[in-house]
Nanobody, 111 residues
Framework: QVQLVESGGGLVQAGGSLRLSCVASGSTFSGYNMHWYRQAPGKEREIVAVITPSGQTYYPDSVKGRFTISRDHAKNTVYLQMDSLKPEGTAIYYC?????WGQGTQVTVSS
């Protein structure tokens, strides 16, 4: 069974940092783009970072310069380093690849 499992969420003050992890099991995702999304209460899910198999990255303007996505092929793991967090970053963060989604990890940023 193919699974993505996120971890690393929590409560942090505005301006703080968190590092999310997404571990893939049941299959290798080394040949796929990996994505991080987030969904805030009452809002649509939005993409926050993408990384290709070769390591190219993409970020929307809302997080560019503050978030960094990386991957470790050997560990089948993708990371999302989030710095200078803002209260509007409060959301459930999801890992995704192809049609597989993780269960999400809650990030709460207090003002």
């Amino acid at each position: 069974q193919v699974q993505l499992v996120e971890s690393g969420g929590g409560l942090v003050q505005a301006g703080g940092s968190l590092r999310l992890s997404c571990v893939a099991s049941g299959s290798t995702f080394s040949g796929y783009n990996m994505h991080w999304y987030r969904q805030a209460p009452g809002k649509e899910r939005e993409i926050v970072a993408v990384i290709t198999p070769s390591g190219q990255t993409y970020y929307p303007d809302s997080v560019k310069g503050r978030f960094t996505i990386s991957r470790d092929h050997a560990k089948n793991t993708v990371y999302l380093q989030m710095d200078s967090l803002k209260p509007e970053g409060t959301a459930i963060y999801y890992c995704n690849s192809d049609t597989v989604w993780g269960q999400g990890t809650q990030v709460t940023v207090s003002s």
